[in-house]
């Protein structure tokens, strides 16, 4: 996601993705993470685009039983324009029956040879994965062309207004350094490092204590 200043994009609103837009929202992310350097050392380079959009149609479909988990922006008409996947307090982690069910899905988005660093991506991070209850950003992506625009940063703000209304934190994970920039204009922080294993990329943990009232009224 650029950090470049543009001016915002008008015309759409914020609101829960619909089930029958779950392969637009895939192809969206899809493309949104076209340079990811993680998604780039997972996924082969062959048929990578495709490959991604099965991913995170999967990972919707992980989101989906919690009430909000995917969440887009979108005009009047249809059209999605950035696209992020919530999971609430205590709700983060996929239960050890979907995960096992799920095993031939990643195996199709990642392909054989991907999926033992896959695996390795999945552990490490949820070893670094905070036990505080929050709400956990594992995906968020603007359509190509739209980043800087401002979209990304309304379709987040309206779910942090949200933690900061119930006092709740939020976390991610940067798997791309020159998006950091970005999350810390919304009030995230880097908290550390996670440094994948056998000379994979580095992910910036980061973190958002809910904003008081002062500190919202003063910004």
């Known amino acids: 996601m650029s950090t470049r200043p543009a001016a915002p994009l008008a015309g759409y609103g914020i609101r829960a993705a619909r089930p029958s837009e779950a392969g637009a929202v895939a192809a969206l992310l899809a493309r949104a993470f076209a340079d990811d350097p993680v998604m780039a050392w ?26 909000g988990g995917v969440r887009v922006a979108a005009t009047a008409d249809g059209r999605l324009l ?41 552990n490490a991070m949820h070893e670094a994965h905070p036990d505080t209850p929050h709400w956990y950003l594992p995906s968020v992506g603007t359509d190509q062309g739209l980043q800087g625009m401002g979209v990304g940063s309304a379709l987040l703000r309206q779910q942090l207004a949200r ?25 995230f922080r880097v908290t550390g490092e996670i440094r994948l294993p056998g000379g994979g990329p580095t992910l910036w943990p980061m973190w ?12």
């Open 163 to 187: 933690c900061d209304r119930f006092g709740q934190p939020a976390y991610l994970e940067s798997s791309n350094i020159t998006n950091v920039p970005f999350y810390e204009g919304l009030g």
């Open 82 to 122: 950035a696209a992020a996947l919530w999971s609430g307090p205590g709700c983060w982690k996929t239960s050890g029956v979907r995960e096992l069910a799920a095993l031939p899905f990643y195996a199709r988005a990642f392909g054989l040879r991907g999926m033992p660093r896959a695996g390795k991506v999945q």
């Open 208 to 219: 958002r204590d809910a904003a008081h009232a002062d500190d919202r009224s003063a910004g």
């Open 42 to 67: 997972m996924i082969p380079a062959a048929d990578r685009e495709r490959r991604t959009a099965r991913y995170f149609r999967l990972s919707q479909r992980q989101q989906r039983p919690r009430h």
